[in-house]
Every structure is written in C-alpha cells, then in structure tokens.
C-alpha cells in the first residue's frame, strides 16, 4: 500500500507532496534520535524543516502521522535493498550469504533508525501499524524464498521462514544490543560468526568468507 494512502494532504500537486514529506522524514529523524517520539512536537518538526507549523499540516494531520512516514521510509530502503541483493531467478548459496551480510552492514549503518522502529511502533494506531508490520512480512518472505530456494534439499518451507527470521533479529540484535555487542565484536567479526552460523543451520561444511 502506498504511504499517500495511509497520511492525508490538503496539497495537491504530488510532486510537492512527495519533495515536502522528504524534508519532513529528515527532520523527524533527527529529531527522534535526539529527543525521542513522543518528546518531540510538530512544531519542532517544522521548525526543523524550516516552514511553519501551518505548512506542516498541510502534508500530514497528526505527529503519528509524521512517525509512520519515518517507519515507511526506513522499511522501503531496507526492503529495496533487499530486492536489489536477492536474485530469485537463479538463488546461490553465496548470493544469499552476500545479501545478509549486506543486510546487517545496512543495519550498522541505519542503527538509531532500527532502535526508532521497535520502540515506537506501539505508538501507532492499529490501521498503520498493520501496514508496516506487513512491509517487514514482506521482507522476511523474500529472504525466506530465497533460502527455501536455495536449500530446499536440507530445509523445509516452515524451517526456512524460522531461518529468515533469525536473520532479521539478529541483524536488528546488532543495534539494539550494541551496547554489550559492539564492545565485544567489530562489524566484520560479528557478520562472519553470523554466516557461520547461519550455513551450520542449512547443513554447509564450506565456510563462507565475506567478500
């Protein structure tokens, strides 16, 4: 479902919509980073933006609404880094390795971002939060065709979603957690012990090395 179905605008013109909502996911990312959601007001958000408070609600009707464009535009980049990764039409054991290595190297990059996700998602009413949690289905889904894929010889289909969804805690694990984590392995070390793991699962001898 397309974010301009779910956050209501008085402006017409899409072009403008779609420049205007980019500044105002910017701003509120900084802003939630720093003071967290529900520290901060729309009128920081549109201070932030540079416009007045009156221009920011005519792109969006509630500050919930300025948290599901973020959670909305952190989950396209993840998922269409993902798609860009996964090749379906001809899986390989080291296309999928490569693909969740870059996954969790996306995650290290995006870390404030994934900690924002999971703390304020209970912030959302019901209709939104179903949207968003279905762009993670959706994520989980295509790494788990892709694993099945893959190794159907050694996993089946309900194991396979088991597996992708591992993949996807862990890599979260890297940010919610960084505070032990991060202390105790670099980036690299923890995405090699994570692939290790991950082909002991599948039944790989091979050990995979990143890159």
Known sequence: MDVEDNVVSSVKDESLITKRRHQIIKSAIQLFKEKGFH?????????????????????IRTKEDVLFLVYQSINERVYQHL?????????SSSNIMDTIASYYRLVDEMQDEVIILY???KSLHTSKKE????????????LTRAIYACYD??????????????????GQMWAFRRWTLQKQYTID?????????????VGLTTIYKEG
């Open 83 to 91: 798609r860009e990764k996964v090749d379906l039409s001809d899986v």
């Open 153 to 170: 010889d050694k996993v089946n289909e309900k194991e396979a979603t088991l597996i992708a969804n591992n993949i996807f805690v862990q």
């Open 131 to 142: 949207v968003v949690l279905q762009k993670e289905r959706d994520m989980v889904e295509l």
């Open 39 to 59: 520290r901060t007001t729309t009128r920081e958000i549109a201070q932030k933006c540079g416009f007045s408070i009156g221009t920011l609600y005519e792109y």
């Open 189 to 201: 070390e923890y995405i090699q012990m994570q692939l290790e793991l991950f082909q002991k699962t």
């Open 119 to 121: 703390q304020e998602v």
